[in-house]
């Protein structure tokens, strides 16, 4: 398998709802990513997980809460979003933490109402 | 921290041209990758090449890491292969960093 497979592909939430994303592989990758990307830019990492404890978080708000129970599965959990946060979100793997080649799922596209 | 530029921003091909893209860095790297991202946003790997040249069919990549830059080379262009490129480039033990890529569109 050397896929990261990621659901819902689509998401419409409102303001108050709470939801989640989730993001799986069974590669056997120890870092895993979630990134963000607004129309017409580039990807922009939100949180990086090396070995299921969190590494990085790139000051993101606290309305989005990363999860990783175990090495092939990360969450990530929205709560009171805004519109501003419609995005693409984008999952990624890794052997290690900026080692190798990153491998991406197919992403959620979230819009908030 | 690093900087990363690609050029051009934006190319528009005619079916089976060839063409090259860009990517120049800032600072020393350990790692580079560059992606192709498909108009439904699916990120797929097309190299991972930290130095050197790789061949994968119609496309190859080179990169000189002594002079800070990656070429990624399209022959025979098709309508498939539209979307956004992006250069991504790690200095060593940090996270990649995304250049702001370049929008190929082939026209039939």
């Known amino acids: 398998d050397t896929e990261v497979t990621q659901t819902p592909k689509h998401l419409v939430m409102g303001m108050t709802n709470k939801k989640s994303l989730k993001c799986e592989q069974h590669m056997g990758h120890r870092a895993m990513y979630w990134y963000k990307q607004k129309a017409k830019k580039p990807p922009e990492l939100m949180f990086v997980?090396?070995?299921?404890?969190?590494?990085i978080n790139e000051s993101v708000p606290s309305r989005f809460s990363p999860e990783c129970p175990n090495s092939s599965l990360l969450n990530l959990h929205l709560h009171a979003l805004q519109p501003e946060d419609s995005a693409l979100y984008l999952c990624?793997?890794?052997?290690?933490?900026?080692?190798?080649?990153?491998?991406f799922g197919s992403g959620t596209r979230l819009t908030v109402v | 921290g690093i900087q990363v530029e690609q050029s051009p921003p934006d190319l528009i091909l005619q079916e089976g041209a060839n063409s090259t893209l860009r990517c120049n860095f800032s600072d020393s790297v350990n790692n580079l990758q560059w992606f192709h991202q498909n108009p439904w946003g699916q990120l797929i790997n097309l190299f991972y090449i930290p130095s050197g040249t790789k061949q994968n069919g119609r496309l190859s990549a080179t990169t000189v890491a002594t002079e800070r830059y990656s070429l990624l080379y399209i022959s025979s262009s098709q309508t498939t292969d539209s979307g956004v490129y992006f250069c991504?480039?790690?200095?060593?033990?940090?996270?990649?960093?995304f250049g702001p890529g370049t929008r190929l569109s082939v026209l039939p």
């Open positions: 991504a480039v790690a200095p060593g033990g940090q996270n990649f960093v």
């Open positions: 990624a793997s890794s052997q290690g933490f900026g080692t190798y080649g990153y491998t």
């Open positions: 997980y090396s070995y299921e404890k969190l590494s």
